[in-house]
């Protein structure tokens, strides 16, 4: 009966350890040890019951099946190794005072187990690296625009909604090309992806290393400037027009308008920033188009 207690208390112990991991704490808010102090414990404490309850006949042996999936699937690699072979030195242990262990064929049973221990370990270890890989992948795509290989308007909320967050200024412009669909009309859409690509590299090299460029979608491309003043952004917003004037397809001849602002100037919020910077693209349009316009520049009879 004592025992059966040990391994009892020991399951308990290990269901609401998992349950806390799992359901309640958040690993952003604790170091390192304190995902490393449940494994470590629990190899005292296998260990301990294995010597308490039969040794090489202990039940609580295939505790330390648990343990190996635990540190092998939420561990790195390098973390996750010593655990799996201390899962076989634990499974060892009864060799050090149970002698009649060596006569029962335990041995013989740790030849097979051993091994398989650590080829368990490295295959849980290798299977969580691929789901990781295959998963970053998946996201790295979710936030890609396969035509221009820019961030896209998904990954344009993600960058806005961080740097708000962190109450810093931040700039966004909204860039529209002026007669793009001529081009899909008169040359077809592969001419009109070649001109979409084009307009990507040219804004790239416009913007500052810190800055990003995203296409929203259809010909319309953002630009998210750090620390954004109003200066540097107008001198952003002139070179971008400058740059894409000579933006050509045959006989077309392609210009830009653009629409910039910044938070928290002109606006609190992700979604008020990116209305605003709309509503600035919106004038620079009705105004004559190839110009930019910002939340100060806009007068509200442009639109009449």
């Known amino acids: 009966n004592a025992h059966r207690n040990w391994v009892v208390v020991l399951a308990v ?11 309640l704490a958040k690993p952003e808010r604790h170091g390192p040890w304190f995902w490393h102090a449940p ?5 005292f404490i296998v260990t301990g019951v294995v010597a308490s309850t039969g040794g090489a006949d202990s039940p609580a042996r295939f505790y330390l099946f648990f343990l190996l999936f635990y540190a092998s699937y939420f561990y790195r690699r390098h973390d996750a190794l010593p655990y799996v072979l201390g899962c076989v030195a634990v499974a ?4 050090s005072y149970d002698t009649s262990s060596v006569d029962d064929g335990y041995v013989g049973e740790l030849i ?3 091994p398989a221990y650590v080829l368990l370990g490295l295959l849980i270890i290798k299977g969580k690296e691929l ?3 295959l998963r970053e992948h ?3 795509l979710a936030l890609l625009d396969p035509l221009t290989n820019l961030p896209n308007r998904r990954a344009m909320l993600e960058w806005l909604s961080v740097e708000t967050e962190r109450e810093s200024p931040t700039g966004l412009m909204i860039v529209d090309l002026d007669g793009f669909k001529d081009v899909n009309t008169a040359h077809g859409y592969p001419a009109g992806d070649a001109v979409l690509r084009d307009a990507a590299a040219r804004l790239q090299r416009c913007v500052r290393t810190d800055d990003v460029v995203a296409r929203l979608g259809g010909d319309e491309f953002a630009v998210l400037a ?9 001198l952003m917003a002139e070179r971008t027009l400058r740059s894409l004037r000579d933006l050509r397809d045959e006989d077309i001849s392609l210009t830009a308008s653009v629409g910039w602002v910044i938070y928290p100037d002109d606006a609190q919020s992700v979604d008020e920033l990116i209305a605003a910077a709309d509503f600035c693209l919106r004038g620079a349009k009705l105004a004559g188009k190839d110009r930019a316009l910002s939340a100060l520049d806009w007068a509200p009879d442009v639109a009449a």
């Open 13 to 23: 112990v290990c269901v609401a350890w998992g349950i806390f991991c799992v359901a």
């Open 39 to 43: 494994a470590i414990g629990s190899l």
């Open 92 to 95: 060892l242990v009864p060799l």
């Open 112 to 114: 097979v187990v051993c």
């Open 131 to 133: 789901l990781v890989g």
């Open 138 to 140: 998946a996201e790295a």
């Open 226 to 234: 750090r620390a954004a003043t109003p200066q540097a952004m107008r």
